[in-house]
């Protein structure tokens, strides 16, 4: 006899409901991860899944009135509630801008890389995208029009991208492997970047 078992795993949600833009959840496969590869391979339209209430404070707080200036450090997977956030900001934050650094190995598997670049493209006064792509050649040729820098998004990369001045009000949103995470939090600390400022997601073991 077949007995039913539960997983329970947390997804970030990647879409923006004050963008009008129907829940949705982006789910990378993990090696041999049982429920990442469930939704890849198995989950179709139409599945029920059981879901708890929305927890979490990796987010924004929107307010119209609000000048900032966000910076949305992602890697692979991390786009997630990035491409989240920055729907809402250019919609309900018309006076923030938005600066997303955004990480992977190759352009072969960037998570929402046509979506942001259309995205972009529509915005091109308040979103700024910078691709770092550990491997580059393919990339170039493919993403021509877009700001690509090769390596990791390591110190050198986080000095360019704050260096001074910065902005008056702005916040910081790392999300990436655990190891991009801590590194990005000794090293925007290191630059004097308030830690109040840097909020950070985890999506495994720290
Ligand atoms: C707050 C939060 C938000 C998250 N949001 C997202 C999201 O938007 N999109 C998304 O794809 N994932 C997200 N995750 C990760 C997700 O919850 C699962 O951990 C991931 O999908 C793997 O689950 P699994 O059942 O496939 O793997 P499991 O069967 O649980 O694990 C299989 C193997 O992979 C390792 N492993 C587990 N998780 C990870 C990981 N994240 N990275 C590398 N190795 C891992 C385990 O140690 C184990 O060795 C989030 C996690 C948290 C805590």
Redesign the pocket.
């Known amino acids: 006899m077949l007995v039913a078992q539960e997983?329970k795993?947390?997804?970030?949600v990647?879409s923006s409901s004050v963008a009008d833009i129907p829940l949705q959840?982006?789910?990378?496969r993990?090696?041999?991860?049982?429920?990442?590869?469930y939704a890849n391979n198995l989950l179709k339209v139409g599945d029920a899944l059981d879901v708890t209430t929305p927890r979490?404070k990796f987010c924004i707080e929107l307010n119209p009135e609000a000048e900032k200036t966000y910076y949305l450090i992602a890697a692979g997977?991390g786009i997630?509630?990035m491409h989240s956030m920055l729907q809402s900001v250019l919609v309900a934050e018309p006076k923030s801008k938005i600066h997303l650094l955004y990480g992977n190995r190759n352009d072969d598997n960037i998570i929402f890389g046509k979506e942001i670049m259309v995205i972009a493209k529509q915005h091109p006064e308040r979103l700024k995208v910078q691709h770092v792509l550990s491997k580059q050649s393919k990339a170039l040729r493919l993403l021509e029009n877009e700001n690509i820098w090769e390596g990791r998004i390591d110190e050198n990369i986080l000095k360019k991208v704050f260096a001074p001045p910065l902005s008056e009000d702005y916040k910081v949103f790392v999300c990436g492997?655990s190891e991009m995470n801590l590194a990005c939090k000794e090293i925007l600390a290191n630059l004097d970047l308030p830690k109040e400022k840097v909020h950070i997601?985890?999506?495994?073991?720290i």
Do not use: H, Q
């Open positions: 997983y795993r947390s997804y970030s990647s959840i982006t789910v990378k993990v090696g041999d991860g049982v429920t990442s590869n979490g997977s997630a509630p492997p997601e985890f999506f495994g073991k």
